[in-house]
């Protein structure tokens, strides 16, 4: 077994990444810098930067709190054994200057890549695609990912892919929490109304992450019966209004002829649910470990989703697929029995989220296999 491991993930800030809450993938990265961390044979890790200017790090990249260590590649490359990608994607001249130091490198892939490069081909995107010509010693994908994008990397990066555990703490929530009020003022408590606040956070930013379905879900649920449903925020929304296909949509729901259904800009979660949330109601389609919702479980908020891994672990209220009037019935059961039901559902709630601790002994043990394949002869 290799031992006294250095390892390096790849990290950058500036104008276009200056908030750790623009994307979940920094937060992925500090996550498996926690995870890298703590196996026994690494002797050390560190983010790899090339290039960033590290005097004028934006406050809300949370570096001084993460109390992580952070190189310049060109300083590390002759002590370096491997160099994971992460927020920093390796280019072939990249490529060169660690093979030429025998570095082992992994990619880390932490979005729905097949996905995200189907729908920039068909919207004819001038973004680059995912792959730049680089190969990797191995390729890293998380759970939900595999169905759609296995084959994908494998094929076209000419190496194998394995399934890593998800990771996630709640260090970026309680932060968060810390600034809107506090971690008890931004945990669920029952208002004692009838009648509840219904909120999707989901990005509408990709077809994985849209609140189509939730809209359609929440209509259904209020047509059923008004007087359960108090308001419903979509988040991620007010950018749509005006658009003709979401206008039409939304437009003709009884919910918003009512005043009930608003569309909403971008907030980030903690504050807003302490303030306008009892329910949060999520959509999924082939994501469905997602940040938001182990957020929302964390603050013990009745999630309504259709994450076939969190009904796995019988967590929140599940829907299946593009079920909305199962979504509806979900959600009103969320609304009637919730707070009747919520020790059960918190000691469910704690046990899920501690499996996907960066240190729980079995993501280690996984991790840590998956590295000692890297820099062995078989890799």
Same mark, same amino acid.
């Not at 792959?131 to 494998?154: Q, R």
């Not at 009745?302 to 909305?324: C, I, K, Q, T």
């Given at each position: ?45 560190? +983010? ?37 990608? &992460?927020?920093?994607?390796? /280019? ?12 082992? /490198? ?30 990797? @010693? ?42 809107? &009020? ?21 990005? $509408?930013?990709?077809?994985?992450? /849209? ?8 209509? *259904? ?6 007087? +359960? ?6 988040? $991620? ?11 039409? %949509?939304?437009? %003709? ?5 009512? =005043? /009930? +259904? ?12 302490? =303030? ?14 997602? #940040? ?30 593009? @079920? ?7 959600? +009103? ?5 919730? @707070? ?8 469910? =709630? ?16 996984? #991790?840590?296999?998956?590295? *000692?394949?890297?820099?062995? *002869?078989?890799?």
């Amino acid at each position: 077994m290799a031992d006294g491991l250095r390892v390096g993930i790849t990290f950058y800030w500036g104008e276009c990444y200056s908030d750790m809450w623009s994307s979940g993938a920094g937060q992925n990265v500090y996550f498996l810098y926690k995870t890298i961390e703590a196996l026994p044979q690494v002797k050390e890790v560190y +983010l790899v930067h090339n290039g960033c200017d590290v005097n004028n790090m934006p406050e809300r990249m949370y570096i001084k709190e993460m109390l992580v260590q952070i190189r310049e590649l060109k300083d590390v490359l002759d002590t370096t054994d491997v160099v994971i990608e &992460g927020l920093l994607k390796i /280019t072939p001249d990249v490529e060169e200057l660690l093979n030429n130091h025998h570095i082992k /490198t992994v990619s880390y892939q932490m979005r729905q890549t097949y996905v995200a490069d189907m729908e920039k081909l068909v919207n004819n995107s001038p973004e680059d695609g995912t792959f730049n010509g680089v190969t990797y @010693d191995a390729i890293w994908l998380l759970p939900h990912h595999m169905h759609t994008s296995h084959d994908y990397l494998e094929i076209m990066y000419r190496s194998k892919v394995s399934e890593v555990p998800m990771v996630w703490d709640p260090f970026f929530f309680d932060l968060a929490a810390e600034r809107q &009020g506090g971690l008890d003022f931004c945990k669920y408590k029952n208002t004692g109304l009838r009648a509840k606040r219904v909120v999707c956070f989901d990005s $509408n930013m990709t077809v994985v992450k /849209t609140s189509i379905v939730p809209a359609l879900i929440a209509e *259904e649920a209020y047509r059923e019966d008004p007087d +359960l449903i108090r308001h419903i925020y979509l988040l $991620n929304t007010v950018h749509l209004k005006d658009v003709p296909s979401f206008k039409d %949509y939304v437009g %003709y729901m009884r919910s918003v002829a009512n =005043n /009930t +259904l608003t569309v909403e800009g971008r907030f980030i979660a903690p504050g807003f649910m302490a =303030n306008y949330a009892d329910v949060v109601l999520a959509f999924q389609m082939e994501n469905g470990l997602n #940040y938001s919702y182990f957020e929302s479980l964390y603050a013990d908020y009745p999630l309504v989703h259709n994450s076939p891994f969190l009904h796995e672990a019988d967590v929140g209220y599940y829907y299946h697929d593009f @079920d909305a009037y199962d979504g509806a019935h979900q959600l +009103l059961s969320a609304i009637k029995y919730y @707070d009747q039901d919520i020790a059960e559902h918190k000691k469910r =709630n704690k046990a899920y989220l501690a499996k996907l601790a960066p240190t729980h002994k079995a993501n280690v043990k996984a #991790y840590g296999r998956l590295l *000692e394949k890297v820099v062995s *002869e078989e890799a």
